[in-house]
C-alpha cells in the first residue's frame, strides 16, 4: 500500500472501482470556493501507548487525531460546512500512516459515499458519552492521558455551538482494503465563537 499524493489543485483522481477514464465533474463554484475558505490549522494526535498503563498493557493501541481548520468568512449553514470538510484534500486520509491520498478515501471509507448528510447531530452528553467509554476499553486511564483527553476532546466537545457524529454506512462503502481499525469513531465540532472547525477521529488499530 503506498501513500498517493495530493495534485496542487486538491483534484482526486477516479476511485479503484470506478470505470477506467472515467472523469470526474468539477465542484460546483459555490463549493470550491467554500473548500478554499475552510483553512486547514494543524492537527494533533495522542497516541495511548505514549503514556504509562500498569504493566504496559490497556492500551489497546488507541488514539485520536484531531485536524481543526478555520470557518470561511460568513455565515455558512452546518452542512455547508460539513459539505466543505468532506471536500477539502485533508478529508482524504486513512489514518494509517499512509498520509494523505488523491483517491476517495476516508478511514475505512470510500469518502464519495459520504454526504453531509451521512453526519448526525447529537448532544454533547451523547458524543462523551461515547468517547469515554471506547477509551476505557475496561482499562482505567492513567491521570495524565485522562488530562489530555480532557484538554483535547472533551473541552472542545463542551464547548462547540454544534456536533455531528459519522452515522452508520454500508457495508459496500468500505473501500479495497477496508475495513483497518478495529473500532473508528469520528465526530465534527462546529464551534461558531472561535470560527473554528475540528475533525475528530478515535479508533485502535
Given at each position: 500500500m503506498?501513500?498517493?499524493?495530493v495534485?496542487?489543485s486538491?483534484g482526486?483522481?477516479?476511485?479503484?472501482?470506478?470505470?477506467?477514464?472515467a472523469?470526474?465533474?468539477?465542484a460546483?463554484?459555490?463549493?470550491t470556493?467554500?473548500?478554499?475558505?475552510?483553512?486547514?490549522?494543524?492537527?494533533?494526535?495522542v497516541?495511548f501507548?505514549?503514556?504509562d498503563?500498569?504493566?504496559g498493557?490497556g492500551?489497546?493501541r488507541?488514539?485520536?487525531?484531531?485536524k481543526?481548520?478555520?470557518?470561511?468568512?460568513?455565515?455558512?449553514?452546518?452542512r455547508?460546512?460539513?459539505?466543505?470538510?468532506?471536500?477539502?484534500p485533508e478529508?482524504?486520509?486513512?489514518?494509517?500512516?499512509?498520509?494523505?491520498w488523491?483517491e476517495?478515501r476516508?478511514?475505512?471509507?470510500w469518502?464519495d459515499?459520504?454526504?453531509?448528510?451521512?453526519?448526525?447531530?447529537?448532544?454533547?452528553?451523547?458524543?462523551l458519552?461515547?468517547?469515554?467509554?471506547w477509551a476505557?476499553?475496561g482499562a482505567p486511564?492513567?491521570?495524565?492521558?485522562d488530562?489530555?483527553?480532557?484538554?483535547?476532546?472533551?473541552?472542545?466537545?463542551?464547548?462547540?455551538?454544534?456536533?455531528?457524529v459519522?452515522?452508520?454506512?454500508?457495508?459496500?462503502?468500505?473501500?479495497?482494503?477496508?475495513?483497518?481499525h478495529?473500532a473508528?469513531?469520528?465526530?465534527?465540532?462546529v464551534d461558531?465563537?472561535?470560527?473554528s472547525?475540528?475533525?475528530?477521529?478515535?479508533?485502535?488499530d
Amino acid at each position: 500500500m503506498g501513500c498517493r499524493t495530493v495534485t496542487a489543485s486538491g483534484g482526486a483522481a477516479p476511485a479503484s472501482g470506478a470505470p477506467a477514464g472515467a472523469a470526474r465533474e468539477p465542484a460546483p463554484a459555490a463549493l470550491t470556493g467554500m473548500r478554499q475558505a475552510l483553512a486547514y490549522r494543524d492537527s494533533r494526535f495522542v497516541d495511548f501507548q505514549d503514556f504509562d498503563y500498569p504493566g504496559g498493557r490497556g492500551h489497546g493501541r488507541r488514539w485520536v487525531h484531531i485536524k481543526r481548520f478555520r470557518l470561511p468568512d460568513g455565515s455558512p449553514a452546518d452542512r455547508e460546512l460539513l459539505d466543505a470538510l468532506i471536500a477539502h484534500p485533508e478529508f482524504r486520509d486513512t489514518y494509517d500512516g499512509a498520509g494523505i491520498w488523491s483517491e476517495p478515501r476516508h478511514g475505512p471509507w470510500w469518502s464519495d459515499r459520504i454526504s453531509s448528510g451521512t453526519y448526525q447531530s447529537v448532544e454533547a452528553s451523547t458524543a462523551l458519552s461515547t468517547i469515554d467509554a471506547w477509551a476505557a476499553g475496561g482499562a482505567p486511564l492513567p491521570s495524565d492521558l485522562d488530562a489530555r483527553l480532557h484538554a483535547a476532546v472533551r473541552t472542545p466537545v463542551r464547548r462547540a455551538t454544534s456536533r455531528y457524529v459519522l452515522g452508520a454506512l454500508p457495508d459496500d462503502a468500505h473501500h479495497d482494503y477496508g475495513p483497518i481499525h478495529t473500532a473508528f469513531h469520528e465526530l465534527v465540532l462546529v464551534d461558531r465563537r472561535t470560527r473554528s472547525l475540528a475533525l475528530v477521529v478515535a479508533a485502535d488499530d
